[in-house]
């Protein structure tokens, strides 16, 4: 097995991790924001959301493997108790508006990718054909010079 394979497939698994966790924490939200959660679930729903979206962390992110380990821990754990105490037809609602919107801004997403790639390299292109301009300006003036 080549190095190249074993690394693709270490990216390809942890980007499926990480998707879940981006499910997790907009399924935090929606049990937190709904109005029949029970106080103690918004609660544990908020700290969970809180720690997700926070720059601080149990174990710095700079630490390499551990940082982002409790990642990969804390955030499965809170949610498999949010997931016990939270009725299930919220949860269940909750599970379905976080899919549907995931899937409706993933066109969103693409355009504005596809758009912000456009523009940087019209930009490029821009700069270029005024670089390539005022290089010629500045020859021709030399020559006159001459």
Not at 26 to 40: A, E, G, N, Q, S
Not at 57 to 64: A, G, M, R, T
Not at 124 to 132: H, S
């Amino acid at each position: 097995m080549s190095i190249s394979r074993i690394f693709s497939d270490f990216k390809h698994k942890n980007e499926k991790i990480a998707s879940r966790i981006v499910d997790y924490v907009h399924v935090f939200y929606l049990v937190m924001k709904d109005k029949r959660t029970p106080w103690y679930v918004k609660g544990l729903a908020f700290i969970s959301f809180c720690y997700a979206v926070s720059p601080i962390d149990l174990v710095p992110d700079f630490i390499p493997i551990l940082g982002y380990l409790d990642d990969f821990l804390i955030l499965p754990a809170m949610y498999g108790l949010i997931v016990k105490l939270v009725p299930k037809e919220i949860l269940d609602e909750s599970k379905s508006l976080a899919q549907e919107s995931r899937i409706a801004h993933a066109s969103l997403y693409k355009v504005l990718g596809i758009l912000l790639v456009v523009v940087f390299w019209a930009f490029v292109a821009l700069f270029v054909l005024f670089l390539i301009r005022s290089l010629s300006k500045g020859l021709k003036i030399l020559k006159i010079n001459k």
